[in-house]
Nanobody, 115 residues
Framework: QVQLVESGGGLVQPGGSLRLSCAAS????????MGWYRQAPGKQRELVAT???????NYVDSVKGRFTISRDNAKNTVYLQMNSLKPEDTAVYYC?????????WGKGTLVTVSS
């Protein structure tokens, strides 16, 4: 089993920044892709950003230039640095990791962007 613990969500004003973290633990031999998804009220969950074990990054267009995904392979941790936050970024953010072909999801952390 793999456990994911997310942290870093909260309330921030428009234009502000937050950094999300997601640490994976448990039966981990090799973590492949890691990523962040989000789900806003009344909307479907969408991909925000992913990063492969080799460091290749992919972002949804709406966050390009504002968000940065990174990972620490030694700690099995993935980060999401979010800058220039907008009200439309408000959502529950979930991390997902793939271990030996199986996807594991975190429980989510709420990000609210509001003045």
């Amino acid at each position: 089993q793999v456990q994911l613990v997310e942290s870093g969500g909260g309330l921030v004003q428009p234009g502000g920044s937050l950094r999300l973290s997601c640490a994976a633990s448990g039966s981990i031999f090799s973590v492949n892709a890691m990523g962040w998804y989000r789900q806003a009220p009344g909307k479907q969950r969408e991909l925000v950003a992913t990063i492969t074990s080799g460091g290749f990054r992919n972002y949804v267009d709406s966050v390009k230039g504002r968000f940065t995904i990174s990972r620490d392979n030694a700690k099995n941790t993935v980060y999401l640095q979010m800058n220039s936050l907008k009200p439309e970024d408000t959502a529950v953010y979930y991390c997902k990791v793939r271990v030996v072909g199986i996807d594991y999801w975190g429980k989510g952390t709420l990000v609210t962007v509001s003045s």
